[in-house]
T-cell receptor, first 110, second 110 residues
């Protein structure tokens, strides 16, 4: 089983749509969780950290289910500028090393 | 963000040559990282450093050497480049619980 698994997509959605990405991780000792966004041929940029209680930042909502080892990202009212690849990232306990999923590609269509 | 610069941004080299990729942070974050990103593999950790003169291997260290004589610099050297090392290389620094990435170096080994 891969350490961090994501649906590669692509997800093609119209502007204004709501889209959800899912991610599963294999290491139950994982401690910290993140979503990064990566535009084509650019560096990954931190979108948001994911907290146990769930967290929201504007149109973006992230949730964590430790029992199921599952992380999600919900994007509401999609914009053209949301088109990118979204990376699910997990950090182990007592470690600074990050494990990246391969990413889910999102295309928002006019 | 951690103010990370990488140079060169693009590099073409021949098999067997030594090449060094530079990474510089404008802050003084302790932890720095080198990743490579390839299609089908996502981001993989090559080496990381906890502080000046402290480095450790990541997931894919073979064929690479790092050093860190100053906190702000973390160069990555390919001692004898191979075609399999054609990739995009990202340097990152840890700020709190989050990692921030440089713009990347696109390396082609012919």
């Amino acid at each position: 089983r891969k350490e961090v698994e994501q649906d590669p997509g692509p997800f093609n959605v119209p502007e204004g749509a709501t889209v959800a990405f899912n991610c599963t991780y294999s290491n139950s000792a994982s401690q910290s969780f993140f979503w990064y966004r990566q535009d084509c041929r650019k560096e990954p940029k931190l979108l948001m950290s994911v907290y146990s209680s769930g967290n929201e930042d504007g149109r973006f909502t992230a949730q964590l289910n430790r029992a199921s080892q599952y992380i999600s990202l919900l994007i509401r009212d999609s914009k053209l500028s949301d088109s990118a690849t979204y990376l699910c990232v997990v950090k182990g306990a007592g470690s600074y090393q990050l494990t990246f999923g391969k990413g889910t590609k999102l295309s928002v269509i006019p | 963000d951690a103010g990370i610069t990488q140079s060169p941004r693009y590099k073409i080299t021949e098999t067997g040559r030594q090449v060094t990729l530079m990474c510089h942070q404008t802050w003084s974050h302790s932890y720095m990282f080198w990743y490579r990103q390839d299609l089908g593999h996502g981001l993989r950790l090559i080496y990381y450093s906890a502080a000046a003169d402290i480095t450790d291997k990541g997931e894919v260290p073979d064929g690479y050497v790092v050093s860190r004589s100053k906190t702000e610099n973390f160069p990555l050297t390919l001692e004898s480049a191979t075609r399999s090392q054609t990739s995009v290389y990202f340097c990152a620094a840890q700020q709190g619980y989050e990692q921030y990435f440089g713009p990347g170096t696109r390396l082609t080994v012919t």
